[in-house]
Structure formats: C-alpha cells, structure tokens
C-alpha cells in the first residue's frame, strides 16, 4: 500500500499535466519550427525549383529542365572538377589528421607528461582563429618572394619555390592550412573519448609485457573507433564545404581564389561563382543540391555504420 | 648497471618527447605571431626578404590608417552587436525548446525530436541562393537581421540543452509548481539559472560561431560600414595586383585577440561543449 502512494507521488506533476492536452510545450518548440520552415525548408524545396531553370535575378524564369545538371557533368562542367579536388585534400590531409591527433590524445592523456594543459591549450588555440585572418597569414608566410617559409628553405640550400602557382603544391598548403586548424579540435574529441578507457586496462597489459605501441593498437584504436569515425565523417562534410580557405588562400589582388587552373576550387566557391558573379541561379542551384545528395548520402551512410554498432 | 642503462634511456625518450611537442606548439603558434608581427611593421619591411619576425622598427601606422581610410571601428562594433545578439537569442529559443523537449510529455514528441535531429544532415549551402531572393525581395540585403534569424533555433543547441537538462530533478519543477509558479516562470527562474555552464559553453560556440562566419555576410552584406570585421578584412584587398598585409594584418590582429581572450577565458566549458557531441551523440 505504501509502495503504491509512493509510487503515484514519485510520477511528476509536470509530466501527469501533458495528458490533459497542453499546449505549452508545443509552443515552447513552435520557434525552432516556424524558424526552420522559413530559413531551411522553404529555401531548400525552392532551390529545387530553380535547379531546373534559368534565371539571371531580373528576368524571366525559363525551364530548361536537367540541363544545368548535365552541363555540371559534362566535359568542361567544373563540378566534377571541384569534387576531384576536394576528394584529393581529403586523402591529403584526413588520415595523417585523424592518426595525429589520436597519437597525440594519447601522449597527452598519459600521466607521465607534464604540463598536458598547457599543450592542450595551444594545439587548439588555432581553432578559435578567424580563418580569413589566418588564410591571410598563411598565403604571406608561402610567398614567393617575401615569405617565411622559403626563407626557412634557403637555409638548407633549396631555391625559391612558387609555392600557390603549382597546381600540386597550392592543393598541399591547402591541406597543411586544413590540418594546422583543425588537428586540435579533433585531438580534444579523442582526448574525451579517452577518458573513458580505464587506466586497469594498460596496467594488466603492461604487466603483460605489451609496448606502447600494443596498447595503442590493441587497446586505444578500437575503443576509440566510435570517435575515428565520428572524425572522418565531420572531416568528410568539412572538405567537402570548403569555402572560405581556398577562396582567399590563391586569391590575388580582388579575383577570387580557386586557382591555379581551378586546382583548388571547392563546390561552395563554385556556386558562389555561379550564384553571384555570374548571376545564374538556376546552375549555382543544381551545384548546391548536387552537394546536397552527396553530403546527404555520407550523412546516412555514417548513421548506418555508427548506429549499428552502437 | 643495467637498471641505470634503462633509466637513461627513458629519459632520452622522454626529451624527445618534449622536444616533439614543443615543437608542435611552436608549429601551432608560428602564424598567429606571423601575423602580429607584420601588423607592426611597415609596407617596405613586409615587401623584404629575408623576412624578419620581430619587426626592426615597430610601428602603429598599420593601425592607424585602418581607422582613417576604412570605418574599421564600426564594423568590429557591427561583428561585437550581431555574434552577441545571435548568441543570446539562440540561447534563448534552444533552451526554450530544450526545456519543453526534456521536461514535457506530450504526443508526437520523440518523432519531433527525431525530426529536429534529421535537419542537422541539410547543409545550410542549399538555402544561400534561394535566401538571398527571399531577402532581396524583403530588403534584408545589407541588414543585420539576415545573418542573426537564420541560425536562432539551432538543432545542435537544443539536442545539446536537452543532455544537460535532464540532470535537473523532476521534484524542483513539482514543488514551484505547488507554489503558483508558471510554466514560463519555471524556465526563467529555476531552469536557466540552474543550465548556466551548458548557456556558457554554448553561448560562446555560437558566438565564435557568428564572430566567425564569413560566406553568409559577405554575401548580403554590401556598403562599407555594415560590414562585419570578418568580411572588411577582405575588403581591404581592394586594388587588382597586390595584398595590403599591413593593412590586413592589423585587421586580423583586431579580430583575432578577442576570441583567444574569450576562448581563455572559458576554456573548460567550451571545450566540455563541443566534445558532447562526440561522446553522447
């Protein structure tokens, strides 16, 4: 008997009240919705729209039906262009990113290296930087003529290198400015996966006459491997919406970057050509939803993997 | 002997080790004082080479001329008043709806929650198009409203709340409630005070966030003084053929400073905010 007025007190007063039909939490959630049909859901279904038609901004609209898409894909379309690139950065940067900052978790989270906050700090202090401001840095310090980095170079003998100008060349300092940003955000995700292996687990394999390195691969990588993924698929949409690095990073003068010869042109600085230079809003749209369904596609694919397993 | 040997050896490692990540560090760091130094120096020692890290004649003339020829001071006020008030509104709406999704029973809300979940997998790229019409059409162009609505009801921010939410006790609401407290009331005085190192962790990720954002302001963004100092940096590269660092740099060093003093300052909330999506998500 007591165990049952218990029972009826322990159910909240608050969640008994919702069975009367209030509306309070609905209007307590209507802003994100109102909010989300007016800035997301509308835009996204109305650039649907104008993917299949042409429009300058003033005149009129005329249908066209797939042929911004197929201009897209045919030879001399950029977008196949723009995804090549950012597939090439991605296999640049993304594995030596992900296992370095995972190594360095681990150096990090060992007890026997002082000062792990101090380190900490500064590996990450480059993720909250204004990236305009350090693309900036980064295109003066690989100047040609008055940058750091040659100097650096013509200690050891190597002449001057046109480090933007090379198609190559410009895609890696890409990738070097990517992993210089981000290497500290992921090893903060790692560090807090890490926090959740217990320290008995590398005692008994100590004891056990395993090496650092054992442990590492055998312990450390698969307990993480929720948090690897989790990195490359953040990665994956980070590439892929690369925008504002190489739009300043092989800029020159007021052109917009993207060069040399397109080699380091994104999807986004794509449609930002298309959409407001160019004023053909009906291609920058066929480009963003073209993105959309890829970037859609690794959304899912990264819930199947992750979600089954968990 | 042979346990000494041993000994010796670790340490050498150890200095290796050291010696790697203070490399790192030193890596890590090198830009950003890249960038200070040339802030402080003038146009003919940044057009030099062999470059120099500290300046041979330091000077404010970068600075100076920023404010005289560029309304420098506006914008960075412009980018202080939009990533704050986009902040404190986006605190508001997620928690409100935080709140309802953590506290509440009602119908349909695991399926509205799963929803809100879904829309983070729309990259936000699809609506620029689209959205510049809309805010042509409305005279948002040029406004600051358009870069503060559109991200005031976050999906992050509500998934991130809720988490931190349902720590507090169910009996704390029941018993404001006994006492003739509103539902509206209880949020304000009870939830929000209690939420405070979850509103500070995401209240700086939005407003670095905002502070930030490039591609957004530069696109609706057009006269002079209603630019964010974010996009007036690149402004400043006005002339065809070559970059005015001194300019620039003086500009990044404006913009810079503040997010690493904030970042500084809270660092143990921010970090604990954005790692919550990895571990809980």
Redesign the interface.
């Known amino acids: 008997m007591a165990k049952q007025v218990q029972g009826i007190e322990k159910e909240?007063?608050?969640?008994r009240?919702?069975?009367r039909g209030?509306k309070?939490?609905?209007l307590?959630?209507s802003?994100?919705?109102?909010?989300?049909a007016i800035?997301?859901l509308?835009?996204?279904l109305?650039?649907f729209y104008?993917s299949f038609h042409e429009w300058n901004?003033v005149g009129p609209t005329t249908y066209v039906g797939l042929s911004n898409y197929t201009k897209l894909f045919s030879g001399g379309g950029l977008f196949l262009k723009s995804m090549t690139n950012c597939t090439i950065i991605f296999f640049e940067y993304v594995p030596i990113m992900t296992l370095g900052a995972l190594i360095?978790a681990s150096?990090l989270n060992s007890r026997?290296?002082r000062l792990q906050g101090v380190?900490r700090?500064?590996?990450?202090?480059?993720y909250?930087?204004?990236?305009?401001?350090?693309t900036?840095?980064?295109?003066?310090?690989l100047d040609t003529?008055?940058?750091?980095i040659n100097?650096f170079l013509?200690w050891f003998g190597i002449e001057r290198i046109a480090w933007l100008n090379s198609p190559t060349l410009a895609r890696i300092c890409l990738s070097s400015l990517i992993t210089?940003r981000w290497?500290?955000?992921n090893m903060?995700?790692f560090?807090?996966?890490l926090q959740?292996i217990p320290p008995e687990l590398y005692e008994a394999a100590k004891i056990d006459g395993a090496t650092p390195l054992q442990s590492f691969l055998h312990i450390t990588i698969p307990l993480v491997k929720p948090?690897i993924f989790?990195?490359i698929f953040l990665s994956t949409?980070g590439t892929f919406?690369l925008?504002?690095e190489p739009?300043?990073l092989t800029?020159?003068?007021?052109s917009t970057g993207g060069g040399p010869v397109n080699a380091t042109l994104s999807p986004?600085l794509l449609?930002?050509n298309m959409?407001?230079r160019y004023l053909r809003?009906g291609t920058?749209?066929a480009v963003?939803?073209l993105?959309?369904v890829v970037?859609?596609l690794c959304?899912?694919f990264e819930i199947k993997f992750l979600g089954g397993k968990r | 002997m042979n346990l000494k040997k041993g000994k010796k050896k670790r340490c050498f490692k150890k200095i290796l080790l050291y010696l790697f990540l203070i490399l790192l560090v030193a890596a890590m760091v090198f830009p950003l004082l890249w960038m200070f130094s040339a802030a402080f120096k003038v146009k003919s020692e940044i057009f030099h080479f062999p470059p120099t890290l500290i300046p041979k004649n330091p000077t404010f003339s970068n600075f100076l001329s920023l404010f005289e020829r560029f309304p420098f001071g506006r914008n960075l006020l412009n980018s202080a008043f939009v990533a704050s008030s986009a902040a404190a509104l986006s605190l508001f709406f997620c928690s409100l709806a935080a709140f309802s999704f953590a506290k509440y029973r009602f119908s349909g809300r695991d399926f509205l929650f799963l929803f809100l979940l879904g829309t983070m997998l729309i990259p936000y790229h699809v609506t620029l198009i689209p959205l510049f019409i809309f805010y042509r059409r409305i005279q948002w162009i040029d406004k600051f409203w358009g870069l503060i609505f559109p991200g005031m009801a976050n999906a992050f921010g509500i998934f991130f709340m809720r988490q931190y939410m349902f720590l507090i006790p169910d009996e704390l609401l029941d018993s404001a409630r006994i006492d003739g407290c509103s539902d509206f009331r209880i949020f304000l005085q009870i939830i929000l005070p209690m939420c405070r190192p979850a509103l500070t962790a995401l209240g700086v990720i939005f407003f670095m966030a905002s502070w930030n954002n490039f591609l957004w302001p530069l696109i609706i963004l057009k006269s002079d003084k209603m630019l964010t100092a974010v996009v007036a940096i690149r402004r400043l590269q006005s002339g065809p053929l070559w970059t005015p660092y001194g300019l620039i740099f003086a500009g990044s060093v404006l913009v810079v400073l503040p997010l690493i003093i904030l970042f500084l300052a809270v660092q143990k909330e921010f970090i604990a905010g954005i790692t919550s999506g990895a571990i809980k998500g």
């Open positions: 909240s007063l608050f969640k009240k919702k069975r209030n309070i939490p609905y307590f959630i802003p994100f919705f109102i909010l989300f800035f997301m509308c835009p996204t109305y650039s104008l901004g360095l150096l026997y290296i380190f700090t500064f590996i990450f202090l480059p909250v930087t204004a990236i305009i401001a350090i900036y840095s980064f295109q003066y310090l003529n008055y940058g750091m100097l013509s210089w290497l500290g955000y903060v995700l560090l807090a996966g959740f948090i989790f990195c949409i919406s925008f504002d739009f300043i800029s020159i003068g007021t986004i449609l930002y959409g407001f809003f920058a749209s963003a939803y993105l959309f970037l859609f959304g899912l």
